[in-house]
């Protein structure tokens, strides 16, 4: 459930097909996401899976599509 709500929204955000995103998909490397993405990413998150305010240094540990999940799921 997390992860597929998380898969459209990172379809959205980055133009991809939900065949390209799977627990391994690195945020930066695999979907070029800059700061302003994750950024962007991380409000979407925010509002999408409703875990209150998501501080920097929290967003910054998080490097794949599973770490955001795991995240997610813990709040």
């Not at 599973?66 to 995240?71: A, I, K, N, Q, T």
Request: charged share 35%; proline share 1%; hydrophobic share 40%.
């Amino acid at each position: 459930m997390v992860f597929e709500k998380m898969c459209q929204l990172l379809c959205a955000q980055f133009g991809v097909e939900p065949e390209q995103i799977t627990m391994e998909t690195a945020l930066q490397e695999d979907l070029k996401a800059d700061s302003l993405d994750l950024m962007e990413v991380t409000c979407r998150i925010e509002e999408t899976f409703d875990v209150g305010e998501i501080r920097e240094e929290d967003m910054a540990g998080l490097r794949t599509v599973g770490d955001l999940v795991r995240f997610v799921g813990e709040e």
